[in-house]
């Protein structure tokens, strides 16, 4: 099992920037994968980026080039720089923590942070 708290995230323009955190309660290198989705009012969950174990990243095709997964290894965390934020970033962003058993995984999730774009 894994805790996942995340912090960061707020109002801000558009064009402007926000970085996430996304700590674990466990080293994340036990983790096959990390990763942020965001649900915007009235949608479902979206990928928006993955990080696994070995450090291949992972984009939603939309956002590759203004978002960007990171790690620190020695703080069981996972970041989510997002830059050149749109009004339609608005959303819950949730951290993912995947545990994946081969033929089955399971995943765990975070409470979520807001984050409002303005135009």
């Known amino acids: 099992q894994v805790q996942l708290v995340e912090s960061g995230g707020g109002l801000v323009q558009a064009g402007g920037s926000l970085r996430l955190s996304c700590t674990a309660s466990?080293?994340?290198?036990?983790?096959?994968?990390m990763g942020w989705y965001r649900q915007a009012p009235g949608k479902q969950r979206e990928l928006v980026a993955t990080?696994?174990?070995?450090?291949?990243?992972n984009y939603a095709d939309s956002l590759k080039g203004r978002f960007t997964i990171s790690r620190d290894i020695t703080k069981n965390t996972v970041y989510l720089q997002m830059n050149s934020l749109k009004p339609e970033d608005t959303g819950v962003y949730y951290c993912n923590a995947r545990f994946d058993y081969g033929s089955d995984y399971t995943d765990y999730w975070g409470r979520g942070t807001q984050v409002a774009v303005s135009s």
């Open positions: 990080i696994t174990r070995g450090g291949i990243t």
């Open positions: 466990r080293s994340i290198f036990s983790i096959n994968a």
